[in-house]
């Protein structure tokens, strides 16, 4: 017997981790939606009882993409503080003239404009440099971010979606976002908007300033 046959191995424990945390739930959940799809004359009983059982498997899957989202920030602010090299003055300076603080329309606005996220290594630097600035502060603001020519590429995207909702939900009173269209797209599709199928997403810093003002309207009503 060897010595070690007792240790798990690393890549054995990483696949019964991910077999655990997202291959199970979504099979559940995969199996009801399929179910309730090809029998519609389910019994309401049984219908509930598979709408549950879906229902669990997408609160399993969100607490394992949170778990995720946090180990990804964990490795990437571990390596962002580890050598000074990778927060060079300069970098600091190039995320924090993107971050304006208007205090007197209780706004802070992002500059996310023409810029690549390439790596979640440069999503949570730029995002501790809002952080600093933020908590800095002392107190919860209004944000408007422009996103207009913003490309977040597939290994950054983790960490983008997790350091901006930990922003949204710690830091903000009401976000808007806009991606006016780039003056030098020729209509070929060449430069076209990665968000420009989101509804959410304003075509105009006026329009993302008006929606705004009616969050703020409603917030003091």
């Known amino acids: 017997m060897r010595e070690d046959q007792g240790t798990p191995h690393p890549t054995l424990a990483l696949n019964t981790k ?12 995969r199996g009801s939606l399929e179910i309730l799809r090809d029998f519609p004359e389910l019994a309401p009983d049984e219908r509930l009882r598979f709408l ?15 778990e995720l989202g946090e180990a990804v920030y964990a490795a990437g602010h571990k390596a962002h503080t580890a050598t000074e090299e990778d927060v060079a003055p300069e970098a600091y300076k190039s995320y924090a003239e993107r971050i304006k ?11 996310f404009s023409d810029f690549v996220f390439s790596s979640s290594r440069i999503v949570n630097q730029f995002y501790d440099v809002l952080d600093e600035l933020v908590e800095a502060s002392g107190r919860k603001w209004y944000f408007i971010v422009n ?9 950054a995207w983790v960490a983008f979606a997790h350091r901006g909702k930990k922003v949204n939900v710690t830091r903000s009173l009401g976000t808007v976002r806009y991606s006016e269209p780039d003056p030098s797209d020729d209509g070929s599709g060449a430069s076209a ?11 105009s810093r006026e329009l993302a300033l008006a929606r705004l003002q009616e969050i703020k309207q409603s917030g003091s009503a």
Do not use: H
Request: glycine share 2%; net charge negative.
């Open 18 to 29: 991910v077999e655990e945390d997202f291959i199970a739930p979504l099979t559940a959940l």
């Open 147 to 155: 996103y207009r020519n913003c490309r977040v590429w597939p290994e």
């Open 193 to 203: 908007q990665p968000d420009s199928f989101d509804p959410d997403m304003f075509t």
């Open 52 to 66: 549950d059982t879906a229902l669990r498997g997408c609160t399993r899957l969100e607490q394992a993409v949170k």
């Open 101 to 111: 603080v208007l205090t007197d329309s209780d706004m802070i606005e992002i500059d």
